[in-house]
Nanobody
Framework: VQLVESGGGLVQPGGSLRLSCLASGFTFRGYAMMWYRQAPGKEREWVATITSTGATTAYEDSVKGRFTISRDNHLNTGYLAMNSLKPEDTAVYFC?????WGQGTQVTVSS
């Protein structure tokens, strides 16, 4: 299992980013996918989940209405679209599938 996140960066408050998680080494369409984040000095926390078909999603309360998790099973890629970003969204974002983690991508929200 290999997961590679990308799409992070520096953005101003209120801005948007779309993170990607490219998966390889297993049958991507067979598994749910989760996004987590870890802010400096804090524990890693769950952000969102999408089922294997994409039919069902779930979100942590603080990101509901601002973040959208999605996936393209043909491209073996999952996404996290983040809008109306806040400074408190600053963290390293990780995808998780089958208990495996990618290396993470840094998201910094600052003016």
């Amino acid at each position: 299992v290999q997961l590679v996140e990308s799409g992070g960066g520096l953005v101003q408050p209120g801005g948007s980013l779309r993170l990607s998680c490219l998966a390889s080494g297993f049958t991507f369409r067979g598994y749910a996918m989760m996004w987590y984040r870890q802010a400096p000095g804090k524990e890693r926390e769950w952000v969102a989940t999408i089922t294997s078909t994409g039919a069902t999603t779930a979100y942590e309360d603080s990101v509901k209405g601002r973040f959208t998790i999605s996936r393209d099973n043909h491209l073996n890629t999952g996404y996290l679209a983040m809008n109306s970003l806040k400074p408190e969204d600053t963290a390293v974002y990780f995808c998780n599938i089958k208990g495996s983690w990618g290396q993470g991508t840094q998201v910094t929200v600052s003016s």
